[in-house]
Every structure is written in C-alpha cells, then in structure tokens.
C-alpha cells in the first residue's frame, strides 16, 4: 500500500466546508483511496473512496488530482457530530484486503 | 440500515484466561475482519477470514489468536491465554465484495486484562 501523509489537527467552523487533505505520492495506477472516520472510541465508519475521478456521496466529496499524487475530502456543511480522526488509505481493491490505518487527521468542528 | 454487532462491548478477564469475542457481520457479507487497538495508539489489522478460511493476517495475530464462523450468522475470535498488553478495543468489520470494497466496522469490544 503506498504510504499517505495527513496534517496531524485541522479546526473547522460549524456550517462551513472542511477540506481534509491527504498525499499520496506513490501511489500505484491500481492503487484506491480510501477515507474513513473515527468518532472518538467507535468503530471505524467508511467515508468515500475512489480511484481517479472525482466522487460524491451523502456525506462527503472526494477530490483526486489528476497526477493523482493527493487529493482532498470535503464535508460541504461541517457539524459538530463531524468533530473525528479521519484517515485516508491508498489500497489495492481485492478480496479481503487489509486496511492499514495511519495516524490520521483530528478535525475539530468548533461551533 | 444494516449494520455489525459485537458482543460484549466490556470484557474484563484475568491473565492467562481465555476470551472469545463475538460478531455478528451484515447478513450478505462474505469477507471478515478483526482489527484492534490499543489506547491511543493506531488500528492494527489482525486477520480477514473469507470462505471458511483465514485469506491474510497480520503478525500480531499469533499462535494465541484464533478466528471461526461457528454458524451462518456470528464470527469469532478466540484469545487462547491471555496477557496484559492484549488489552485493547476489538474492532470487527465486514465486506460484501472483495473488489472495490467497503470495510464496515463494528461498534468493537472493550477488552481489559488484569
């Protein structure tokens, strides 16, 4: 799995966008990114993922460069409940394949 | 919405006791995972299971360590003697697919070892 890099804390305004950004400049053509989210002592929650287009879902926008050497997660109106570490992981797709989990980014919503 | 169970969400127990934590993943899944961590450190992958069979673990997951789908429905993992630096939360997740999948994690197991 390529190795990501992740700003250890961000803070966000309640309401406002947040844009988590995540490197991953060896990532390989076949290579996923993945993000997912831990709110405090809870389970890992899956966010979004893609591999080189941009991808929205309900909760969230991923944002892959073209050299797809970073990218961004964007939650578009940031609440307290968002408050998280968040993790993006560059993984190969397959069966049953192991996620490993970085240290992450501690986004902190302030109201 | 469907989501992974885990039981119990405390586990107190003496070392060199054996524990068996249980999971029950989302019903159409068919890949399994067991992750952990420790306070404040990472989650760590210890094994993924698929097709009644162990398909990668990790070095953590030892000789002490044990997983099994006892029936159609729950997935467990056995700690066969246990020791202090085992304490730590117990995460279980599960796919539906293995290409482009999602992990979905359960709400994990608290398991403290005195």
């Known amino acids: 799995d390529a190795k990501t890099t992740q700003p250890p804390s961000m803070d966000c305004a309640e309401g406002r966008a947040a844009n988590l950004p995540c490197n991953h400049s060896?990532?390989?053509?076949?290579?996923?990114v993945y993000w997912y989210r831990q709110i405090h002592s809870q389970g890992p929650q899956y966010i979004i993922h893609?591999?080189?287009n941009n991808e929205t879902n309900e909760m969230a926008s991923l944002i892959i460069t073209e050299d797809r050497k970073s990218s961004t997660l964007i939650l578009p109106h940031a609440t307290l409940r968002d408050t998280a570490v968040y993790y993006c992981?560059?993984?190969?797709?397959?069966?049953?394949?192991?996620?490993?989990f970085g240290s992450g980014t501690q986004l902190t919503v302030l109201p | 919405e469907p989501e992974v169970t885990q039981t119990p969400s405390h586990q107190v127990t003496q070392m060199g006791q054996e524990v068996i934590l249980r999971c029950v993943p989302i019903?159409?899944?068919?890949?399994f995972y067991w992750y952990r961590q420790i306070l404040g450190q990472k989650v760590e992958f210890l094994v993924s299971?698929?097709?009644?069979?162990?398909?990668?673990k990790s070095e953590i997951f030892d000789d002490q360590f044990s997983v099994e789908r006892p029936d159609g429905s729950n997935f467990t993992l056995k700690i066969r003697s246990t020791k202090l630096e085992d304490s730590a939360m117990y995460f279980c997740?599960?796919?539906?697919?293995?290409?482009?999948?999602?992990?979905?994690f359960g709400p994990g197991t608290r398991l403290t070892v005195t």
């Open positions: 060896t990532i390989s053509g076949n290579e996923y």
């Open positions: 299971f698929y097709n009644n069979e162990i398909s990668e």
């Open positions: 893609g591999l080189k």
């Open positions: 019903s159409n899944h068919l890949y």
């Open positions: 992981i560059a993984t190969l797709s397959g069966s049953a394949r192991q996620l490993t």
């Open positions: 997740a599960s796919s539906e697919r293995g290409a482009s999948y999602e992990q979905y």
